[in-house]
T-cell receptor, first 115, second 114 residues
Framework: EAQVTQNPRYLITVTGKKLTVTCSQN?????MSWYRQDPGLGLRQIYY???????DKGDVPEGYKVSRKEKRNFPLILESPSPNQTSLYFC??????????????FGAGTRLSVL | AQSVAQPEDQVNVAEGNPLTVKCTYS??????LFWYVQYPNRGLQFLLK??????LVKGSYGFEAEFNKSQTSFHLKKPSALVSDSALYFC????????????FGAGTRLAVHP
């Protein structure tokens, strides 16, 4: 089954304790992206990756890091989480290239609370 | 700046009645428009998209959307609502400048009452 898998689904942590949210896709997609969802703001892009070893900032990258060492995996790293990073996070993947209508497939989400 | 607006936080409709969820956009160049649905505790699921061609786009679960260039709108519609359609709906436009980047509206919660 084609899917995007995120782990963990729920996470409660404390300020400053490094954490990683994993994302894996089995569709051989080149493009992967992280979004955060906040009430009244919709989804905002944090980082994206066009392919292995190619990443770039989205609209709200502060406080986050990513890596793309393998095509299927795109972990999101919070080196020193703060309460304003409490949010619902989604990983997405799609085909890349010049096809403007590529559909993005989303993971089930990770709900993060930073105390 | 490119943007998407969903003017209604919530839409209430009775089961069996037609529903409309509104979306307007602002983008440079040709718009590439999408609707996604989010059920509780689930990720976003693709419903339909407009790239070019017929202004009426048909999608999953009986949904359709009408692209109106002059009004810069892309409203989501369904002729007969089901209780199971109750969910959070997002309109999105592909950012003409960013690779595959989607710009989302704030979302509209659809509540279908029996």
């Amino acid at each position: 089954e084609a899917q995007v898998t995120q782990n963990p689904r729920y996470l409660i942590t404390v300020t400053g304790k490094k954490l990683t949210v994993t994302c894996s896709q089995n569709m051989n997609h080149e493009y992967m992206s992280w979004y955060r969802q906040d009430p009244g703001l919709g989804l905002r892009q944090i980082y994206y990756s066009m392919n292995v070893e190619v990443t770039d900032k989205g609209d709200v990258p502060e406080g986050y890091k990513v890596s793309r060492k393998e095509k299927r995996n795109f972990p999101l790293i919070l080196e020193s989480p703060s309460p304003n990073q409490t949010s619902l996070y989604f990983c997405a993947s799609s085909l890349a290239g010049g096809r403007m209508g590529n559909i993005q497939y989303f993971g089930a989400g990770t709900r993060l609370s930073v105390l | 700046a490119q943007s998407v607006a969903q003017p209604e936080d919530q839409v209430n409709v009775a089961e069996g009645n037609p529903l409309t969820v509104k979306c307007t956009y602002s983008v440079s160049g040709n718009p590439y428009l999408f609707w996604y649905v989010q059920y509780p505790n689930r990720g976003l699921q693709f419903l339909l998209k407009y790239i070019t061609g017929d202004n009426l786009v048909k999608g999953s679960y009986g949904f359709e959307a009408e692209f109106n260039k002059s009004q810069t709108s892309f409203h989501l519609k369904k002729p007969s609502a089901l209780v199971s359609d109750s969910a959070l709906y997002f309109c999105a436009v592909r950012d003409s400048g960013g690779y595959n980047k989607l710009i989302f509206g704030a979302g509209t919660r659809l509540a279908v009452h029996p």
